[in-house]
């Protein structure tokens, strides 16, 4: 079982853009879910989970920029990232939180040109 995670693209500096990733409802049902971002050749870090009942939670980094939403009728969880900077730089992936090691999907790439 994969998530996959969809809307990466090359957004200037400041710029927005709106990730979305859909699974099957196993996955979602009374779960935290999570995005994630991974730089090559570092490790992978969470960026920000949202619990069933909609609680989220942020890496300071993301904190006050992005916004983590799900919406469980559609078995999806969404990102929205504002004023984002070259530092966001990333494949975005998602998954439960703390993830499951085999629902790793490809991602997606967002690249913040400066």
């Known amino acids: 079982v994969q998530l996959q995670a969809s809307g990466g693209g090359l957004v200037q500096a400041g710029g927005s853009l709106s990730l979305s990733c859909s699974a099957s409802?196993?996955?979602?049902?009374?779960?935290?879910m999570g995005w994630y971002r991974q730089v090559r050749g570092k490790e992978r870090e969470w960026v920000a989970f949202v619990s069933s009942g909609g609680t989220a939670m942020y890496r300071g980094s993301v904190k006050g920029r992005f916004t983590i939403s799900r919406d469980n009728g559609k078995n999806t969880v969404y990102l929205q990232m504002n004023s984002l900077k070259p530092e966001d730089t990333a494949v975005y992936y998602c998954n439960r939180y703390p993830y499951e090691a085999g629902y790793w999907g490809q991602g997606t790439l967002v690249t913040v040109s400066s």
């Open positions: 409802g196993s996955i979602f049902r009374a779960n935290n």
